[in-house]
Every structure is written in C-alpha cells, then in structure tokens.
C-alpha cells in the first residue's frame, strides 16, 4: 500500500475548488431514475467510485452484484432488486459483509418480499427471490436507529407498491438529514409524501420523472477545505457551485464553522469561506445527524488543541472501517485522546505533528480528515486512494491549493 506525504509552506491558501457532485444525491436519482423508468438526464453525476459502481450494477445483468465497499449501494440495491422482482445475490467485500442490515431485510419480508441470507442470519451476503404474488403490505415498522439508508431504500420504493408504503420508524433515528435528502429528490420525480407524527406516508402515485436534473455539489467534501481554511495562517477559498440553500445536511457547516474560526457567505459561483479568527476553546457537537462529518471536526479540534464534547457517535463504527477506533488510534499519533465517559466521548489534546504515518484504513473519510493537517506540518498518510470511493480529484486539488504531495 502506498503513503503520501503532505505539507504546506506557506500557510496561506487563496483558491478556487470545484467540489465534485454530491455522491449521495447522485445515489439517489440513480435509484429513482431506474425505478421511474430511466428516462431523466443527470447531469454532474458524481465520479466518486461509489457511484460509478452502483451505475453499473444497476445495467449488469447475471445474478450476482457484487457492491464492494459500497454500503449505499448494498441497502438501496437490496431494496430495488426487490421493487423489480429480480433474482440477485447481493455481496460485497470482507468488511461490508460485517455490516449489518438484518433490519431493512425484516422489513421486506414483512412487506411481502422474499430474501434469504447466504451464509451469517444478518448480514451479506444474501439473495432476493422473486416472487410470484403481487400481495403487499401497505405499512412496516423498522428501527431508525442503525442507518437512516434503510428509511430512504424503503421511501424510493414506495411508490411501486400497489397501495403505497407507511413507514413507522422506531429507536432515536439518526441522520435524518438524509432521509429529508431522499425526500426532496423524490418531489423532482412527482413523489410526494406526508408525515403523521412520526409515521411517513408514499401513496401510490405516478411518477413524473423530469427530463434533465442537475446534482449539487458535495457538502461532505468541502467539510476538508473548511478544516484547511481553520488551520491556515490566512484562507480564503471560493468553494465553487455549492449552494448555500442545498438540501445536503452537511451545509450545517455554514452553522458550525464560525466556532472553529470560519465563516461562509454565498457569493456568485458559490460559497466563499474565509478565516476570520481564533476558534472557541470549547465545543460540544451532536454528530448524530451528521456523522460523515465527525472524523474530520474531531481531527481539526485536535489540530486547534480544543476541548470537545462528542456525542451521537456510535454508528461511526459500522462505517467503512471502524472509524471510532481508527480515530482513537491515530489520534494518538499527534498527542490527543477520546476519553469515554458514559454515552459521550471527550476529546483532549496537546497536538504535535506526528512522527508515524496515519493510517486510513481504506476509508475515504479518514483519508480526508487527516489531509488538512499537513497545515500545521508534515504529514504521512497511508492509503490515500481511499478518496475516489467520494472525490477521486481530491489531491490534485489540494496541489492546486499550494499543498506539496509526494
């Protein structure tokens, strides 16, 4: 596996950055656009690995998919291959199949599909029988607490079902932001939806799938180039197309970022970030309903040397790695500790450039959390390929920034 070493003289990043289209919505109109007949027109579809895997299982024929690393793709596909009555065994590699979705695959089959697992009661691989009766069930309860995903595979399908789908979440949901995401991107293909209290109704309706829709850019990955921007002697980057009134989650930035020393106006072309102070020496963040953000904001706040409280955390360890251990491992490395207290986790920290390579553990996340600290000096990140699973043009930008990468 190959490192990357990472620093920047200067100190003082003035640039431009075109953000990659979001993968998350590129996801989804990938999904809704195939349920709705595939007659839309995606423009900036994101060529984040993700979603460039998940466009070509969705046109492979044969039995298998094989979804890789891909945990979107292995919840959303579970439930289209589903909605079309197809005959697939869904897998992916070693660490995915340690992924749990034995609560999306409950609700299928009480909704009336059949899937069966391949080997482990739980989790992938497993197999979606097609079957012959048209007979669903028009409600189902499912635990919101795992992944907000499997909210979003089953509201996508909904409108497939003979009489519709009333989903009745259950547990403290997380991630909600992305549900909302899904939710929004289904009104642009004539999807409408209702809540009754915490009940969310899909009737049956006809789809009116636009002729050409356009992804935003993606919130998740300019959370880099605010930490860059935190972490500079001056900054000043124009994040280019991001749209400051985006559906995205992640835009809760804008709301976050003045704490740590940045703040965000919207300007023709995008949203400009600029550094305009020190940061607060305290912080307690909730990443319940943000969690690709954690890795990133923890990692700069060891940067600062700040006091941080996290809570909403638990889920960090069913990502692509184990992101709460690999942060308490790699943390290490530049003298800061997660302490556990209870239901939250405190952040200490004397931060010193660190000596020994961080490793990514395959997880672009990760990869993206540690880059910006080649501000503060020398860095060297092991697997920085990582990246292309959401934004393969990530270094080349930071070069471009002023970063030197060997």
Known sequence: MTHYSAKHE????????SLPGSKSESNRHLILNGLSGSRTEIANLSAAADTVLLEKLMKRGGKTADVKDCGTCLRFLIAYFCALNRNKVV??????????VGALV?????????????????????????????LRKPSVTID??????????????????????????TGKAVSRPYLDLTLGIMRQY???????????????????APAKVRVGADWSAASAWYAIAALSNEGEILLADLDPGSVQGDRVLMEWMPAFGVKSSKEK????????????PDQAIDFSQHPDLAPGMITLAAALNLNMEITGVGNL??????????????????????????????????????????Q??????????????????LVRIEGPDAVNKSYPGFWDDLKTAGFEIE
């Not at 200067?10 to 950055?17: A, Q, S």
């Not at 897998?91 to 749990?100: I, K, V």
């Not at 072309?269 to 607060?280: A, E, F, W, Y």
């Open 10 to 17: 200067t100190g003082v990043v003035k640039t431009t950055v």
């Open 91 to 100: 897998t992916g590699s070693p660490r995915l199949c340690e992924r749990p």
């Open 106 to 134: 409950s609700a299928l089959r009480d909704i009336g599909f059949k899937l069966n697992y391949v080997r482990e009661e739980g989790f992938p691989p497993l197999e979606v029988i097609p079957v012959e009766s048209s």
């Open 144 to 169: 919101g607490s795992e992944s907000s995903q499997y909210l979003s595979a089953l509201a996508m399908i909904a409108t497939t079902l003979p009489e519709g789908l009333s989903i009745q979440a």
């Open 190 to 208: 004539g999807i409408g939806h209702a809540w009754e209290d915490d009940k969310l109704k899909i009737a049956r309706q006809p789809w009116k």
């Open 269 to 280: 072309g995008g949203v400009l970030i600029r550094k305009t102070g020190s940061p607060m």
């Open 317 to 358: 360890r069913l990502k692509e790695s184990d992101r709460l251990a690999g942060l308490a491992t790699e943390l290490r490395k530049v003298n800061a500790w997660l302490e556990l207290d209870g239901d939250r986790y405190t952040l200490k920290s004397n931060y010193r450039p660190p000596q020994e390579v961080l």
């Open 360 to 377: 990514t553990y395959d997880d672009h996340r990760m990869a993206m959390a540690f880059a910006p600290l080649a501000m503060a000096g």
